[in-house]
């Protein structure tokens, strides 16, 4: 199932400095950056603990700054603590495990919160075939930029009578002019020549029609970048027949399609356990593993944290920490490559130590 391909030519594109609000930590007394760490709920504290165990043998420069957000009533609101708001502001940047949110009437997701919060209007996803894992696909190397702060997860919905629920689905050319921006800059970063625009304008006329228009719009604005859209269910059948179609271009589309192509394209690679994710603002990016909360085995030390380690690497492209980023991602793919200690749901039997160590290993 597994070769021993060099892996040493994966890259994990991150956001830029030109559009993202570059970063501007400040190195504390102890010669190294404050980051805000939210391990998260289930697997969330242990796939964190691989990234901090990995990272300190790497040497980064990081001290972490641990913080719950666990929501809190506020003015009868839920909130996010303001210890855990102030911490992510000044250090505008931070790492975060899978946060759990109830199903059903009442209940807040924390992600959406966070979001929110920090306006993390950009949700970026690359989804690149790893070398040494075998799926049914071999040349998955799709990057989507998702916008993330309007469309269906605006959270405005009501009950127009019983046993009729309406939801509402928000976009706005602001909104859609930004991540349109982001995501042909993005795209001139990375060394892609095009920009597609996913969307359903051909059913949702007002809607995606305002999000397609907001993208032509801004595309003039990069001349040097092609332009061109697709409608989402022809894109689905693209990334299911033949993947490499958008080897060369960035996908752009509004937050609903976005959750749905990026998992999509995670399920190509191997799932959401090797895909890492990147959300940018103006004011802070966070960091993340997409992947859930996994409680029946949280505490038992089977846990996947490739994910999480993925996310931390684009974290550190981000920081402009370079060589520490590179001789990670190094050590990651030459341990997936090697198949020797990779956890149950990658076909081995190691636990999360054994793979974090192995990984460990590999950094010498």
């Known amino acids: 199932m597994f070769s021993t391909k060099n892996n040493s030519t994966r890259v994990i594109p991150t956001a830029t400095p030109s559009i993202t609000q570059a970063f501007s930590g400040q190195k504390n007394e102890n010669g190294n950056f404050d980051v805000t760490l939210i391990p998260g709920d289930g ?27 666990t929501p809190i009533l506020k003015d009868g609101k839920t909130a996010i603590p303001d210890e855990s708001i102030i911490s992510v502001r000044k250090n505008t940047v931070a790492l975060k495990g899978p946060l759990a949110t109830p ?82 800059s993005y795209a001139g970063s990375i060394g892609r020549d095009r920009v597609t625009a996913v969307h359903k304008a051909n059913i949702m006329k007002l809607a995606d029609g305002l999000f397609l228009d907001a993208c032509k719009q801004v595309s003039k604005e990069f001349p040097h970048i092609k332009f061109n859209d697709i409608l989402l269910d022809h894109a689905c059948l693209n990334l299911t027949t033949d993947p490499s179609v958008y080897k060369d271009t960035v996908l752009v589309m509004p937050n609903l399609y976005g959750d749905i192509l990026s998992d999509l394209s ?99």
């Open 43 to 69: 697997i969330g504290p242990e796939i964190s603990r691989s990234v901090k165990e990995i990272f300190a043998a790497a040497k980064v420069p990081i001290e972490w700054e641990e913080v719950d957000v």
């Open 103 to 184: 199903i059903g009437k009442g209940h807040v997701s924390l992600n959406l919160t966070l979001r929110r919060t920090f306006n993390l209007y950009a949700n970026v996803r690359p989804c690149r075939s790893i070398a040494g894992y075998k799926t049914p696909y071999d040349d998955v190397d799709t990057v989507i930029v998702r916008e993330n702060t309007e469309g269906e997860y605006s959270g405005i919905e009501h009950e127009v009578v019983d046993g009729v629920v309406q939801s509402i689905k928000l976009i706005t050319k602001d909104a859609s002019e930004r991540v349109a921006r982001y995501a042909f």
């Open 266 to 364: 995670a399920g190509l690679i191997g799932g959401l356990g090797l895909t890492p994710s990147g959300n940018i603002g103006h004011d802070a990016s966070i960091f993340e593993a997409v992947h859930g909360t996994a409680p029946d085995i949280a505490g038992q030390d089977k846990a996947n944290p490739t994910a999480l380690i993925l996310s931390s690497i684009m974290m550190l492209k981000h920081m402009r920490l370079d060589e520490y980023a590179a001789k990670i991602e190094e050590a990651v793919f030459k341990t997936l490559a090697d198949g020797k200690h990779l956890t149950g749901d990658l076909g081995g039997r190691a636990s999360n130590s054994e793979y974090t160590k192995a990984i460990i290993d590999a950094l010498e």
